[in-house]
């Protein structure tokens, strides 16, 4: 059997694998492991070992949990809510205002736990509702909570762009800056249509009522002192960074304890919140050490079969495709499988394949990283299968069905596929912060 062959099979069973239910860690590791074993005999195993050696010694990866910890501290705590009531004061005097500080919200809840998850749920449950309440279509809303949480992969500190630096073998760093402004671009964009269709359509959005609306100056101004500390505590862990004066780990550490630290001057730290965070840190944690292990493993096996030059020559010498056509076929298929798998999944799968194949043709790897994320934050809300389309089901109030979120998504799919084709032609508003940090 060629190893072409076996490459294709390889692919194929793992495909297989997930199809029926599988965990992801388990589906690409047997398979890794299995083909290792085949090949190589006994001394395949040495290849899923030197993959856990790998993970062991990468450094960056204790950022993982250091940032995990302080969302779901900040989550836990309910300091997330006073952001809300935040936003609720200060914006419901402009049309479509809650929902435009639900962006807002999703922006500062993604600064503060990189899962997209976490932005969803409390976007669902504090956010929902309040904005049902008053009067909100809920199409429009339903829409604004699933593009607002999709950000949640691409600011920073995004778990995402952590997994993608240890599979790709680019600095943490850069990425997360990389990603900083097209994640700022994307949700300018949101809150600039919600603006403007609830200018034209005003039943829509409506404002608050006078009686919500008339808060003492006083209660304003502690509601915003309580609703920006989330913004405090990121701007205490990520300025000594980007100034150089800390490193990626001392600076997640920097706002693990800020946010720890805020929960008990605030009163809220209490034992449940402490250990709901700790073992859920340690859940989300473990989980992406497992597939960040399959991924390195089959990766190895992918290598050693010359699997990534068999499909560089497929595509630019029997196929004759140049380097965009190849590159925009690549962000096609993340749509395609982001309809039945999850960002990490996706990322396992493709990246043995893809990202040699984008560094040969040129292009730079921590833009190609961007481009990754905000694809699959398309994938997320493309039918069938989207990823936050079952979520936000789960998570909804029975009156929005399942024919109400999917035609929520269409005007921020629309804007979102605009972002990405912004920073496919200008790589450098991706690469102008990175470049500007680092350079000095």
């Given at each position: 059997?060629?190893?072409?062959?076996?490459?294709?099979?390889?692919?194929?069973?793992?495909?297989?694998?997930?199809?029926?239910?599988?965990?992801?860690?388990?589906?690409?590791?047997?398979?890794?492991?299995?083909?290792?074993?085949?090949?190589?005999?006994?001394?395949?195993?040495?290849?899923?070992?030197?993959?856990?050696?790998?993970?062991?010694?990468?450094?960056?990866?204790?950022?993982?949990?250091?940032?995990?910890?302080?969302?779901?501290?900040?989550?836990?705590?309910?300091?997330?809510?006073?952001?809300?009531?935040?936003?609720?004061?200060?914006?419901?005097?402009?049309?479509?205002?809650?929902?435009?500080?639900?962006?807002?919200?999703?922006?500062?809840?993604?600064?503060?736990?990189?899962?997209?998850?976490?932005?969803?749920?409390?976007?669902?449950?504090?956010?929902?509702?309040?904005?049902?309440?008053?009067?909100?279509?809920?199409?429009?809303?339903?829409?604004?909570?699933?593009?607002?949480?999709?950000?949640?992969?691409?600011?920073?500190?995004?778990?995402?762009?952590?997994?993608?630096?240890?599979?790709?073998?680019?600095?943490?760093?850069?990425?997360?800056?990389?990603?900083?402004?097209?994640?700022?671009?994307?949700?300018?964009?949101?809150?600039?249509?919600?603006?403007?269709?609830?200018?034209?359509?005003?039943?829509?959005?409506?404002?608050?009522?006078?009686?919500?609306?008339?808060?003492?100056?006083?209660?304003?101004?502690?509601?915003?002192?309580?609703?920006?500390?989330?913004?405090?505590?990121?701007?205490?862990?990520?300025?000594?960074?980007?100034?150089?004066?800390?490193?990626?780990?001392?600076?997640?550490?920097i706002g693990a304890m800020a946010a720890f630290v805020a929960a008990v001057i605030k009163g809220r730290m209490t034992r449940e919140v402490f250990e709901t965070s700790v073992r859920s840190t340690l859940a989300i944690s473990c989980m992406f050490m497992w597939i960040i292990l399959a991924a390195l493993g089959f990766g190895a096996i992918f290598d050693g079969l010359g699997a990534v030059k068999a499909i560089d020559h497929l595509f630019t010498e029997q196929l004759g495709f140049g380097p965009w056509t190849i590159l925009i076929l690549m962000q096609l298929s993340f749509i395609l499988m982001g309809t039945f798998l999850d960002d990490t999944a996706m990322l396992v799968i493709v990246a043995p394949l893809y990202v040699p194949l984008v560094g040969s043709m040129g292009f730079d790897l921590v833009w190609y990283g961007v481009l990754y994320t905000i694809t699959c934050q398309i994938a997320y809300m493309t039918p069938p299968f989207g990823y936050n389309l079952f979520l936000m089901r789960a998570m909804a109030p029975p009156e929005i069905s399942i024919r109400d979120i999917y035609r929520s998504i269409i005007p921020f799919v629309l804007v979102m596929t605009f972002a990405l084709a912004m920073v496919i032609i200008f790589p450098q508003i991706a690469l102008w912060l990175p470049n500007y940090v680092y350079g000095k």
């Open positions: 059997m060629s190893y072409e062959m076996i490459a294709i099979l390889m692919f194929s069973s793992m495909m297989l694998m997930l199809l029926t239910g599988q965990r992801v860690f388990g589906a690409i590791g047997f398979v890794g492991a299995f083909a290792g074993l085949m090949l190589w005999g006994t001394g395949g195993a040495d290849m899923p070992f030197s993959a856990a050696m790998k993970l062991m010694k990468w450094y960056p990866l204790l950022t993982l949990p250091m940032f995990i910890f302080m969302g779901y501290v900040l989550s836990e705590s309910k300091i997330a809510d006073d952001l809300y009531k935040m936003f609720h004061v200060w914006m419901g005097p402009v049309r479509g205002g809650l929902a435009i500080g639900t962006i807002g919200l999703m922006v500062l809840i993604s600064a503060m736990n990189g899962l997209s998850v976490a932005g969803m749920a409390i976007g669902a449950t504090i956010a929902l509702p309040e904005l049902l309440k008053r009067g909100y279509d809920k199409i429009m809303v339903t829409g604004v909570i699933q593009a607002g949480s999709s950000l949640g992969i691409l600011v920073p500190p995004s778990v995402v762009l952590v997994l993608y630096a240890m599979i790709a073998r680019q600095p943490v760093g850069q990425l997360w800056l990389a990603g900083v402004i097209p994640g700022l671009m994307m949700a300018t964009m949101f809150i600039i249509y919600i603006y403007v269709r609830c200018r034209i359509q005003p039943e829509l959005g409506p404002v608050l009522p006078p009686e919500e609306r008339d808060v003492p100056l006083a209660e304003k101004l502690r509601l915003l002192r309580a609703g920006l500390l989330p913004l405090v505590i990121f701007a205490v862990m990520m300025v000594p960074f980007v100034k150089g004066y800390t490193s990626l780990v001392e600076s997640s550490a």
